[in-house]
């Protein structure tokens, strides 16, 4: 399993990122696919979730209305746009997936995202 993000960098408030993760080594239809962040000094937090099956979506109240998941299956790709960042979006985040049956987890190596003025 090999998931490669993309897309962070230095933005201000109030701006907008797109982060892309593409997926290697299993069957990505198969698979849900998360993004998780973490700031320094914090926990890893799960950010937004899309299901294999019907690809619904789950957010964490801190960024629903703001981030939207979305995956692609034909390109093995799971994106996350993000709108109306704030400072307090600032993270590394993470791609990953999990292993339907054993629930072992894959990490990408992560992105990191800035939000300053």
């Known amino acids: 399993v090999q998931l490669v993000e993309s897309g962070g960098g230095l933005v201000q408030p109030g701006g907008s990122l797109r982060l892309s993760c593409a997926a290697s080594?299993?069957?990505?239809?198969?698979?849900?696919m998360s993004w998780y962040r973490q700031a320094p000094g914090k926990e890893r937090e799960l950010v937004a979730t899309?299901?294999?099956?019907?690809?619904?979506?789950n957010y964490a109240s801190s960024v629903k209305g703001r981030f939207t998941i979305s995956r692609d299956n034909a390109k093995n790709t799971v994106s996350l746009q993000m709108n109306t960042l704030k400072p307090e979006d600032t993270a590394v985040y993470y791609c990953n997936t999990k292993h339907p049956v054993w629930g072992t987890d894959y990490w990408g190596q992560g992105t990191q995202v800035t939000v300053s003025s």
């Open positions: 899309t299901s294999s099956a019907c690809g619904s979506t």
């Open positions: 080594g299993f069957t990505f239809r198969r698979y849900a």
